[in-house]
């Protein structure tokens, strides 16, 4: 009998000594989770330091700074000192003039000159080269004093945003990497350095939006007047970049239908 009750002494001892044992690791156990996972608040809280100096980041920042350094528009500047811009031989004038580049008087001859395109005989080409390179240069100066032009877009704007409550602007404007050029001569390209502001044409009446939407439903010639200011000048890709000052939509009989 004292063996059977020694037996389950001891067996009760063993249990007891038994839990005891397990309970320990857990409770160590369980202050490491809680070590853990204050270490991930941690490291969840604190500033990500790596994405602040990323490649990308300082590209961002770099962007932004030349942006913010480029030359900006006099808002206050009248609408008759806009100069209607509508050939690319006007942007490679405006390029030549911002860039302060001598001209390739042979190569701008080339484009705005048909006879001398045309020449086949050099004597001829050399005496057309000579007296267009007057006429060259003083449009290369008369095109670093005309900063401020107007240009057409057609076709410029799509169906009516309820959310936005306005109507969305051709992408050329405010879509990053694209440029406008005209076919007479595209070797030079026109870019928008404030394209984000004029993503959307903003209408604040319905009865106005309702009007112009039905125009642009029924394919009516609305047209979109951009005023811009030329800023700067790409020498490796020939881009021209302007700052957009403001737009007017305007009807077939050149009433303005909206403006920003």
Known sequence: MLTICSTRHIARTCALLFALSGALPLAACGDKATDATKAQATVQTAPNLAQATSPQAVREAQATAA???L??????????????????????????????????YAQVAN??????????????????LTALTPKI????AAAKSHRYFKMTIPNPIGKYSFEQKGFPLDNSLWEAGAYRYF????????????????????VDSEATARSIEAQRARYDAVKLTVYGYYQNADTAQKIVTAQIVKVALVDKQGNVLAAQ
């Open 67 to 69: 942006r913010e350094a």
């Open 71 to 104: 030359p900006k528009a006099d808002k206050a500047t009248p609408d008759s000192s806009y100069i209607t811009l509508d050939s690319g031989n006007q942007l490679m004038y405006t390029y030549l003039a911002l860039t302060g580049m001598p001209p390739d």
């Open 183 to 202: 076919f007479d001569n595209g070797e030079y390209k026109l870019g928008f350095s404030n394209g984000d502001a004029f993503r959307y044409l903003g």
């Open 111 to 128: 484009s705005v000159s048909k006879d001398y395109a045309r020449a086949a005989d050099e004597f001829r080409k050399h005496d057309l």
């Open 137 to 140: 240069d003083a449009d290369i």
